[in-house]
């Protein structure tokens, strides 16, 4: 055999032996990749519960559970609201929507107030409430010192307001929220009930006494018990009274329960009767609340409401509490944003300054705040 055939048929041995090695290989890499496979999956046929296995971290950095909050816009407060809100957002990682309920000459300041501010970014709704659903339901008063305001009814349509949501927070604009408010959303409500209030006789709340009218912490003082409409509701006057400046509303059971149909219709009674007690101090929207809910309503965490911050006869709390408590309501007559007032100083922190120049601070000291 010459060197040259000899040559030709190694190199045909070499080749042979090439095509050998490189078809193991492609075998071993395909039953890796299979195995691989196997175990990976692809991406979009995976199990979605292996969102579960994602860092507690992560997870904790934002939900995207909407949580829906009614609260309304009044121009000469609207200072309130903006702090209110701000406190929310600021203390709270949750998907928060907040449903403004205001009249028509406040909305080109509201919506000025926030889209230049610090608040640009909220998700937020503003409907325009209206008040001809409140004819023939409101008692003209000539003795009380300012007339209703209609907004001060709106807690009693929040399904109207947010009509695709089962659960709903109501805050007045006289909050400051220091907690974080999906715990507040959170509040379990019992089968049946429409709505957790915060009990007025609960530990941490100031029990107003009214001259003339004894306790403002129970039915006794909301409700006319000289009336027979009151007496035949079977009623304890000693029970204890809530205050409805901040309510959690399964609203599910709020429009099977007819809720606002049956406040509506205490309302058109009182205005044919007169069943409030004269001794409300301006409350006009508790009175049918307490009908209504006797005896049919939930009870939320008392640091949840700690209340009477703007009335004279409300208690002093410790700094420590204060700072314990995860929602401050200034309800009476004294605001933290007017001259006198409880606490002024941890309003403020959340206040944001009106970019219009249309709202202002009115304080003693006024070159403390500018």
């Known amino acids: 055999m010459s060197m040259r055939r000899v040559n030709l048929v190694l190199l045909v041995l070499a080749a042979l032996v090439f095509v050998i090695v490189l078809h193991h290989h492609l075998l071993s890499l395909t039953d890796f990749l299979r195995r691989e496979g196997s175990n990976l999956g692809l991406v979009g046929s ?164 009214v001259r003339g009218a004894g306790n403002q912490f129970n039915y006794l003082g909301f409700l006319d018990y000289k009336k027979e409409s009151i007496r035949k509701l079977g009623m304890k006057a000693s029970s204890c009274s809530f205050n409805p400046g901040v309510i959690v509303a399964n609203l599910t059971e709020w429009r099977h329960q007819n809720i606002t149909q049956q406040l509506e219709s205490w309302m058109e009674r009182n205005v044919a009767e007169d069943l409030y007690s004269r001794t409300l101090a301006g409350s006009v929207t508790t009175p049918p609340l307490l009908i209504v809910f006797y005896k049919q309503h939930s009870s939320m965490d008392p640091l949840w409401h700690v209340r009477h911050l703007g009335s004279s006869a409300g208690q002093r709390h410790s700094a420590s509490f204060m700072k314990t408590a995860k929602l401050l309501h200034w309800n009476g007559h004294y605001k933290p944003w007017g001259r006198t007032s409880f606490y002024p100083e941890i309003w403020e922190k959340w206040y944001i300054p009106d970019p219009t120049g249309q709202f202002h601070l009115i304080r003693r000291h006024a070159q403390d705040y500018h």
């Open 46 to 209: 995976h199990p979605i519960d292996f969102i579960a296995e994602a860092p507690p971290e992560i997870l904790e950095e934002r939900t995207d559970e909407e949580v829906p909050i009614v609260i309304t816009a009044v121009d000469e407060r609207l200072g309130g609201l903006i702090a209110a809100v701000n406190s929310i957002v600021k203390n709270t990682k949750s998907n928060v929507v907040f449903y403004i309920v205001s009249l028509n000459d406040t909305v080109d300041h509201l919506r000025t107030w926030v889209s230049k501010t610090e608040l640009k970014n909220i998700n937020y709704k503003v409907i325009v409430f209206d008040p001809h659903w409140l004819e023939g339901k409101i008692k003209t008063d000539s003795k009380l010192s300012e007339p209703v305001k209609p907004l001060t009814f709106a807690r009693f349509y929040l399904p109207n307001f947010v009509p695709e949501a089962e659960k709903v927070i109501y805050l007045d604009d006289d909050v400051i929220v220091q907690g974080d408010i999906h715990e507040l959303y959170d509040t379990p409500l019992k089968p049946g009930h429409a709505a957790a209030f915060s009990e007025d006789c609960d530990s941490v709340s100031s029990k107003i006494v």
